[in-house]
């Protein structure tokens, strides 16, 4: 039987370079651990209110098993209220330096698309830079050019206020695809080095509910582009409407709230994984290791005849 898109036999493996370290990825599936330091994230039981409720998570998710610590500060949900880059230094220092103190080995990386907030969280330690916006700032790309840091490339289409608004694709993985090969063309003539560069199709970012299933059956074509691949899974609306009863109760919400979309979340990062994703960006680290345990079961057990 010919092997099918979803099913990556063998995950690729890089030397990803991050904060002057090179991190081995391909040989298992990474979990990065995202910590909310905003007050309207969509998923409310992950938003941190203080700085003891950061430590706890921080620790809570290491202890699980996550390999990196994704600290965000604005919001990019749908509708959400734009935030200053001072603002949102305002919300993420402080708890970045405690994290930095408290475990000086720890993996961390900054959720951010704006220049000076990232120039200001790597001198604070940060190790990672995680851009949703696509380069969109110009003084971000020279932020990180002049660094050593990791960086997260996310592909997105339109305005984050109105994305969730935007005409069908008529292919979303071609569609994605050549987006994605364009911003790693312009990151590297912008000179940030391809081996510090992994890759983030974007699930949910100017793409409608249908079109990210595609993207996530055909994930593993995006190995073609020869980055490591990250997967954003975590809770996203899509998976509310996959996963809800056909018929709900009257009066009800169309699809799953985002506290009611884990079961859906670790059935999407398994098929992740199976399509050979590199790092998964998640809210519950415990849970998602031991669904990333068992895809690896059975992606490695495909390799034997």
Known sequence: MAE??????????????AGGRGLELGARPWIMA???????SFFPASRIE????????AGAALDAGADILDLGAESTRPGAAPVDSKAEQARLLPGLRRLRAEWPEALLSVDTRHGETARTALAEGADIINDVSGLEEAGLARVLSGSRCGVILMHRRGEFASMHRLPKLADPVATVRAGLKDLLARAQTEGIAAERIVLDPGFGFGKNREENFPLLARLAEFHELGRPLLA???????LGLAAARPE???????GLPPEAREAATLAATAIAALAGAHIHRVHDAGAVFQA???????RESSMYH
């Open 4 to 17: 099918t898109s979803l099913l990556c036999q063998v995950r690729p493996r890089y030397l990803w370079r």
């Open 34 to 40: 995202i910590l909310n330091l905003t007050p309207d």
């Open 50 to 57: 203080n700085e003891a409720a950061l430590l706890t998570r």
């Open 232 to 238: 954003g899974l975590s809770r996203k609306s899509f």
């Open 248 to 254: 709900p109760a009257a009066h009800a919400a169309p």
């Open 292 to 298: 990333l345990q068992l895809a690896e079961r059975v």
